[in-house]
């Protein structure tokens, strides 16, 4: 933002549309990012508080708590149950594996994507109950929208097929799925948003001179002996809120490893075994959603060729994810807390267990991004968090050497 001479005039609103997003950066580097409004929000925002840092993070801050509120909506609209949205909704709010979308300016593109993405998903579950075509038409917009913020939104025709695949189900265990009804229900669903995926992907293709640029060149063996270690980081991320940063200690596999392939996988595995297991005492239709909303926005994250070597994960690839498993949480407190006792219609113990868990989330996520304040600081828990990985340790020099330590800096 601060070097970007083409969020300085409104002149260069059209060069958004034809070329990278970090073309300023490297103009002859093949890009992968193709995020034309990103830029035009940023565009906005320069405008209105130019270098002043307070207007920025008051609309981040701003998108965020859009973002929850729909949030809210959806689950409410997907199960039914107020109780399970709004706790849901408090969840994804508070989460600190947020901090990068939320307290950095660049980071905004997630929940801008999640605003539209979200939108787009509502406007499609009021299309299944009335006004169709008038509804279709506001998600397909949405649609067009959201993939422009961020090229992630491209699995939002796979999102709806399982839903629908999943609300389609029939409730009686006995009564037999009409296997080929519901594919034909599924692939209706889709059908609006097929052309405009499309007609995206031949767009992204003309701008970035092709649909995507590997980075790493690692063989299919190597992305699969990574992908458990990528796995168990963001079930560790949102399962122990402790330790955030921008950088982390997550590497290539080449072999197979106890501690980065073997352990991750038998962790994961035994932990989806476990949901699943327990699947119908949750509510089976509910944690399909879960399931649905973790897996399917997670996917472009796992091409993780086309990320540089030392920057595999990022917290704010789970933003839209992290919906999915705020949901799964949700479902098992108020699983946990049955009792007679209402407190606001809502059972006591539930009341509790949210809010505690809201007290903890809270001084978390008040402690992840308090690492934001300066780039010192940044940079010297990022290599505490990250000690093996060369970026933080580079800037974290750069920043010494700007402070006169040298020696260290040079250490």
């Known amino acids: 933002i601060l070097f970007n001479p083409f969020v300085r005039a409104w002149r260069y609103v059209p060069q958004y549309f034809l070329n990278s997003v970090w073309k300023h950066m490297d103009p002859l580097a093949a890009g992968n990012y193709y995020r034309p409004l990103f830029l035009l929000w940023v565009r906005v925002n320069y405008a209105a508080f130019g270098n002043r840092p307070f207007g920025w993070h008051a609309d981040v801050l701003l998108l965020h708590l859009i973002a929850t509120g729909l949030v809210y909506l959806t689950i409410r609209k997907m199960t039914g149950r107020p109780n399970i949205a709004w706790m849901t909704s408090l969840i994804f709010g508070l989460h600190p594996i947020h901090h990068e979308a939320v307290a950095w300016i660049s980071g905004s593109t997630e929940s801008l994507f999640a605003i539209t993405f979200l939108a787009a998903f509502l406007a499609y579950l009021r299309s299944r109950e009335s006004a169709k075509t008038v509804w279709m038409a506001v998600s397909c917009g949405f649609y067009a929208v959201s993939l422009l913020c961020k090229e992630t939104a491209i699995i939002f025709p796979a999102l709806v097929f399982a839903y629908s695949w999943i609300a389609e189900r ?101 932990l989806a075994c476990i949901i699943w297991i327990f699947r119908n005492r949750l509510s089976s239709r509910e944690v399909g959603y879960a399931a649905v909303w973790i897996i399917l926005p997670l996917l472009p994250a796992l091409d993780y060729v086309v990320f540089k070597s030392d920057e595999l994960v990022h917290d704010r690839y789970f933003y839209v994810p992290s919906i999915g498993a705020a949901l799964l949480i949700a479902l098992l407190i108020e699983k946990a807390g049955k009792s007679r006792r209402l407190v606001f219609g809502t059972p006591a113990p539930v009341i509790a267990i949210t809010f505690g868990l809201t007290i903890v989330l809270a001084m978390s996520a008040a402690r992840a991004t308090s690492f934001w304040v300066d780039g010192y600081a940044f940079f010297s828990h990022a290599h505490q968090i990250a000690p093996l990985n060369p970026i933080p340790v580079n800037n974290l020099s750069v920043e010494l050497i700007e402070r006169g330590e040298i020696d260290q800096a040079q250490a």
Not at 177 to 182: D, M, V
Not at 242 to 267: C, E, G, K, M, W
């Open 170 to 270: 029939p409730e009686d265990s006995h009564e037999t799925p009409l296997f080929a009804k519901r594919v034909k229900q599924g692939a209706v669903a889709i059908a609006s948003y097929i052309p405009i995926a499309l007609v995206y992907l031949v767009a992204r293709n003309k701008v970035l001179s092709g649909l995507g640029h590997s980075i790493s060149n690692v063989s299919f063996s190597t992305w699969l002996l990574t992908l458990p270690s990528v796995l168990l980081f963001y079930v560790k991320q949102w399962l122990w809120p402790v330790h955030f940063s921008i950088n982390y200690d997550v590497f290539y596999q080449q072999t197979l490893n106890p501690r980065h392939v073997i352990l991750p996988a038998a962790i994961v595995g035994a």
